[in-house]
């Protein structure tokens, strides 16, 4: 979906991700769960800062009210039982990139739906990045472009992103079951 957010709100949030990067509080991103959890940068070597209502930024909070809203509706139209949700920015840096996986955890169904939202201003072909969809027959390449969504099952899709030649911003996260 194209322009989920309000572009001022998009670009707010780009905002807060860059002073996160800025003040160090991005931290190396984990693969796994639980006591399997563990930084492996032949996977994956991007940064994330956990978005939480209690840090009382009002981009990062309007857009968990949005996203809490987006929980009701799936519940009340979908019938979908999830019960809470989870995002982080992300930062990839020039070079960096995520093998393909999926979303869910091996030992643990709790991640139902993954919600991924870009904050790239001026992404041009060639600047890599993109969110590659492993179809059972295709590939289906997705440009990290400003306000664009992407939404699917976490257990089904498996997916990857590709070599990003300059930095990519966006936001990932999961409506669960508990």
Request: glycine share 6%; hydrophobic share 40%; aromatic share 12%.
């Amino acid at each position: 979906m194209e322009n989920f957010l309000p572009p001022t709100l998009a670009l707010a949030l780009k905002k807060e991700l860059l002073v996160h990067s800025l003040d160090g509080q991005m931290k190396a991103a984990s693969i796994g769960h639980g006591q399997e959890k563990q930084q492996n940068i032949a996977i994956r070597n991007d940064s994330i800062y956990w978005m939480d209502s209690s840090h009382n930024a009002p981009a990062e909070i309007q857009f968990l009210q949005i996203m809490h809203e987006l929980l009701e509706y799936l519940n009340q139209t979908c019938f979908t039982g999830l019960t809470s949700s989870e995002f982080h920015f992300a930062l990839y840096e020039a070079g960096s990139f995520y093998k393909t996986h999926r979303d869910q955890f091996q030992k643990t169904q709790q991640r139902q739906y993954t919600f991924i939202c870009y904050l790239n201003e001026a992404w041009e072909t060639g600047d890599g990045g993109e969110l590659c969809v492993h179809h059972e027959n295709n590939r289906q390449l997705i440009s990290p472009l400003m306000g664009r969504v992407v939404f699917f099952k976490s257990c089904e899709l498996w997916h990857e992103v590709m070599l990003t030649l300059k930095p990519r911003m966006s936001i990932t996260g999961w409506f669960r079951i508990d």
